[in-house]
């Protein structure tokens, strides 16, 4: 009982601070959109520059705030039963006061792409249990609209009412990471699923002021929005290993700051991800991402695992957020750049970003 009263009163201290950072984001969303209409006219009026900032708030938070009708339409389309639905999800969002995006990244993501036995079967997307059978069995909606009305009253409960707003806070209660029930630890993929599904809908509409601005240069984004600190070189350094100096390679640049932790890292170019694991002893939580011609980036130190082999990306799209698993002795980025297989110095790539940024 006195857990009970306790968990109460931490939800209700968490509303608070959550309904604050509402009101600053919302605040500092409009200064964002004001800046950046600034910045669009003196680009305008420059004829035109290669750089550009998408918006405060992480790669996945929509560049204009609101909801990218046609990216939403097209992977809905891709979305098996869920094809077609758009109209229907902005609408009970608008109901409910939730975000369409997030609605719609989480049906997808639970019902894997509109294929599950419960949305084709049972036109269920939020896998709602039904109470008459001792919520042994899935209930049985006659419509799939009924069962998208459902869902949407489960995530008004957890968004609103519960104060889980981001899909990190979802996540810890839809797919806890370490849970008795996922002895595989598949609900590690959650938050990251999610969270690229919504970029691929067009980014989130609600809550996801936090992260800092993505910076792209021409067809290159820096790789931490949060911070453009360097705090070590790529290069050659003596470092004791079990009482002897050795000479190692620093094959990387790592990028920290004062806040870094659990701030979004997006990638540097387009291409896909072949590699998403954890590595105890060494990178940690780590990516890697194919751009072709050779050239390879990854990215360690994840504090969660990163988005899923497999996940096409752009200049900017979200990849994870810094942490400091593996080996590793505070919160940063390691960032490496390979070139047919070999490390190359990443600030040959990274320099031109920022001296692209300061040129406008
Ligand atoms: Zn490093």
Redesign the pocket.
Known sequence: MNNLIAMAKKMVQRKIVLWLGGLIGISGFGIIVLVMIVVLLIVGIAGGSASQTVNGGGSYCSVTGEVNHDLMDSTLAGAGKLAGTKDMIIQLSSEKGIDPVLFAAIAIHETGYGTSNAIVNKNNPGGLMNPATGSRELYVFDTLEEGLRGMANTLHNRIIKDGLVTIEDLGSVYAPVGAGNDPNGLNGHWVPNVTSIAEELGGLTMNCEQGGDVLIVGDKAWPVPSTKTIT?VYGFRTIKVNGVWQSRL?????IAGGNVNGKPIVSYAAGVVTKSQNHAGGWGNHVVIDHGGGVQTLY?HMIEKGVPVGTQVNAGSYLGRVGSTGNSTGP?L??EVYVNGQTVDPMLYLTPILAGASES
């Open positions: 070590s620093h094959a990387g640049v790592d360690a940063h390691h960032f």
